[in-house]
């Protein structure tokens, strides 16, 4: 962890919660809620938001069974103790939704662009805008927002910091912060920098920084293990000095009161 001066900004004991992690219900994740739970707990974590991936996009009585099962999570698992847990999902840009309406009765709804539901091929980064613009009527955070660019409009930019990717950036901060919209800092995307992912997220957080988006960390976890696991995450932050009062997953305020949305 980085040091500034003789202080540490921001330490591991500051972090509250863990906001994006799957279960064995996102099909090639390991572990179950209880053993997520028994993890978090460990960690010594207040909050844990469930965010299996919603795939149930075939019939409609699929998707209604899913919202079902997503929105009873939170009143089955929470016994009282901590952490409490958060039912939420995450969703596809570009993914068929029967009744968008009732994504309303998940708590928790980052979105973000994953290889299974649109051709990558042919998204420009121009349309990718577009389309997290238009996800804001129904999605209160996006996800991992460096993540599948290098392979989007026949692999155009690559790993390339280009001018049209910061640019593209610098739009998806703007359309954050005037949306309201809380934007994710991946662990796994600067953990396994897969494909350049954890070279743009280093790029665009200091715009965030800058423009004073607010932001949450996410393990991305797939494994209990890896539940609460902020290493990177929070050596890029303090590296960034990024203000303390913009993440989500310091302020128990925020993070109670999302319990009530
Ligand atoms: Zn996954
Ligand atoms: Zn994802």
């Known amino acids: 962890m980085l040091i500034k001066g003789a202080i540490l900004i921001l330490q591991e004991n500051e972090i509250l919660a863990d906001m994006h992690t799957h279960t064995i219900f996102s099909l090639h994740a390991h572990s179950t809620v209880l053993e997520n739970i028994q993890a978090a707990k460990s960690r010594g974590l207040k909050f844990l938001a469930v965010t299996d991936h919603f795939y149930q996009d075939g019939s409609s009585l699929n998707q209604k069974n899913e919202v079902t099962r997503i929105r009873h999570l939170e009143e089955t698992v929470n016994l009282g103790g901590e952490p409490y847990v958060f039912a939420g999902a995450e969703f596809n840009i570009g993914q068929e939704i029967h009744k968008r309406h009732q994504l309303e009765l998940l708590r928790w709804r980052p979105i973000g662009l994953h290889a299974w539901f649109i051709d990558r091929k042919n998204l420009t980064l121009e349309h990718l805008l577009e389309l997290f613009d238009e996800a804001t009527g129904w999605h209160n955070a996006f996800v991992h927002i460096e993540r599948e660019l290098d392979k989007l409009d026949n692999h155009r930019h690559g790993k390339a910091l280009d001018s049209e990717v910061k640019n593209f950036f610098a739009e998806m901060v703007a359309l954050a912060k005037a949306k309201n919209i809380w934007l994710e800092v991946n662990e796994s995307s600067i953990r396994r920098n897969s494909g350049g ?18 932001i949450y960390l996410g393990s991305d976890a797939h494994f209990a293990g890896r539940v609460g696991d902020f290493k990177f995450s929070l050596e890029l932050l303090n590296e960034v000095d990024y203000p303390k009062n913009l993440i989500l997953n310091c302020d128990y305020d925020q993070l109670a009161a999302l319990r009530s949305i």
């Open 197 to 214: 992912d954890g070279d743009r997220l280093r790029y665009w957080i200091k715009l965030a920084r800058d423009n004073g988006n607010k």
